[in-house]
T-cell receptor, first 120, second 106 residues
Framework: QVQLVESGGGVVQPGGSVRLSCAAS????????MHWVRQAPGKGLEWVAF??????????ADSVKGRFTISRDNSKNTLYLQMNSLRAEDTAVFYC????FGSGHFFEYWGQGDLVTVSS | SYELTQPPSVSVSPGQTARITCSGD?????YTWWYQQKPGQSPVLVI????KRPSGIPERMSGSKSGNTATLTISGAQAMDEADYYC?????????FGGGTKVTVL
């Protein structure tokens, strides 16, 4: 079965950086695109970024463009999100999600999420 | 900016039908997906491509679309259906979620 396990979250100061990881198993990781989606405490879902199966294409939400970088290591079945210049409003649970594609990208499976708190 | 609009909340009595709408200016031109999120849990896909159910999703969950409005219908609602529901679309290399609808079964 598909398993996605995020790690790397915690408390970080405003202006700081953190890198999230997502370990994937139960499917051919190198054959599927992947996403990051976040959810601020008590708020709705917000898509953050997408990376193509081979890592050659990335898309970002305007709110994180230029600050966040999505990447992947297919040899390690791992997805990453490098987050720089963090702000209080970036505080959220970050989910990695396996891409499904059917005339549009969607989120076929989700990890359990990892909390990033931006606070001094 | 483009938005998907959902009602903040919907209440339904057990065994009755709940309908959750999702509207957007060009939603009729793209597919809609629906996710269920229970408290403290990750979202789960319940409807894809407007009206298809993934395996394991009960038949009482159904999706439809008319013009620029998509609808998730829960027929014969049960206590276990109490959750937040989000619609989602993809366009211009971005994913967009609706604001979410809290469904209360009481």
């Amino acid at each position: 079965q598909v398993q996605l396990v995020e790690s790397g979250g915690g408390v970080v100061q405003p202006g700081g950086s953190v890198r999230l990881s997502c370990a994937a198993s139960g499917f051919t990781f190198s054959g599927h695109g992947m996403h990051w989606v976040r959810q601020a405490p008590g708020k709705g879902l917000e898509w953050v970024a997408f990376i193509r199966y081979d890592g050659k294409t990335q898309y970002y939400a305007d709110s994180v463009k230029g600050r966040f970088t999505i990447s992947r290591d297919n040899s390690k079945n791992t997805l990453y999100l490098q987050m720089n210049s963090l702000r209080a409003e970036d505080t959220a649970v970050f989910y990695c999600a396996k891409d499904g594609f059917g005339s549009g990208h969607f989120f076929e499976y989700w990890g359990q999420g990892d909390l990033v708190t931006v606070s001094s | 900016s483009y938005e998907l609009t959902q009602p903040p909340s919907v209440s339904v009595s057990p065994g009755q039908t709940a309908r959750i709408t999702c509207s957007g200016d060009t939603l009729g031109d793209v597919y809609t997906w629906w996710y269920q999120q229970k408290p403290g849990q990750s979202p789960v896909l319940v409807i894809y491509q407007d009206n298809k159910r993934p395996s394991g999703i009960p038949e009482r969950m159904s999706g439809s679309k008319s013009g620029n409005t998509a609808t998730l219908t829960i027929s014969g609602a049960q206590a276990m259906d109490e959750a937040d529901y989000y619609c989602q679309a993809w366009g211009n290399n971005n994913a967009l979620f609706g604001g979410g609808t809290k469904v209360t079964v009481l």
